[in-house]
């Protein structure tokens, strides 16, 4: 069974720029959350959705959106990238709400 | 609001002795607790989980937990430790009491076994 794919695995990009980030859960996981990962704050909560509607979300500015199709596949945008977005970004899924699942990640370089 | 402290940043033990990873939790009504592990360069793998039932957990590699619910408290556990445990380790929590809300996690202990 394939586990949760999240692509790309590395991505570099200018301040000012706009990023896409893509994640494919676990068939048959409807629900999707999204993760930043940096040193200093460690895991922050951005996003979660459930059937293609958003659950959740996380204290983060509005530059930070994501959206949810019909079959699970989840993206995540960063609008007018800024230095501090650098992180990895990482992708869950889950069933039933209970143990999530995630992908590799998305390391995320802004210069 | 659900959350979770990790109040060690780091544990180091000597390779064969006992580890123990301490997290504590914050919710309204009833957690569910999780354990992952993280190795450089990768995402998180699910370790054990406690949904309900049994205080003591088992999960992956040789590792458990214990439920503390008058202490609330989740800590990780395993009798024997390995040079190959050397991770980053977090604790999570959804209060699933509470309608619709996210798993939280702490920030993480890094665990360092020496040889």
């Known amino acids: 069974k394939a586990g949760v794919t999240q692509t790309p695995r590395y991505l570099i990009k200018t301040r000012g720029q706009q990023v896409t980030l893509s994640c494919s859960p676990i068939?048959?996981?409807?629900?999707v959350s999204w993760y930043q990962q940096t040193p200093g704050q460690g895991l922050q909560f951005l996003f979660e959705?459930?059937?293609?509607?958003?659950?959740n979300k996380g204290n983060f500015p509005g530059r930070f959106s994501g959206r949810q199709f019909s079959n699970s596949r989840s993206e995540m945008n960063v609008s007018t990238l800024e230095l501090g977005d650098s992180a990895l970004y990482l992708c869950?899924?889950?069933?039933?709400?209970?143990?999530?699942?995630f992908g590799q990640g998305t390391r995320l370089t802004v210069v | 609001a659900q959350s979770v402290a990790q109040p060690e940043d780091q544990v180091n033990v000597a390779e064969g002795n006992p580890l123990t990873v301490k997290c504590t939790y914050s919710v309204s009504g009833n957690p569910y607790l999780f354990w992952y592990v993280q190795y450089p360069n990768r995402g998180l793998q699910f370790l054990l989980k406690y949904i309900t039932g049994d205080n003591l957990v088992k999960g992956s590699y040789g590792f458990e937990a214990e439920f503390n619910k008058s202490q609330t408290s989740f800590h990780l556990k395993k009798p024997s430790a390995l040079v190959s445990d050397s991770a980053l380790y977090f604790c999570a929590v959804r209060d699933i009491s509470s309608g619709n809300t996210p798993l939280v996690f702490g920030k993480g202990t890094r665990l360092s076994v020496i040889a």
């Open positions: 959705y459930f059937s293609e509607t958003q659950r």
């Open positions: 068939s048959g996981h409807r629900s």
């Open positions: 869950a899924s889950s069933r039933d709400f209970r143990e999530a699942f």
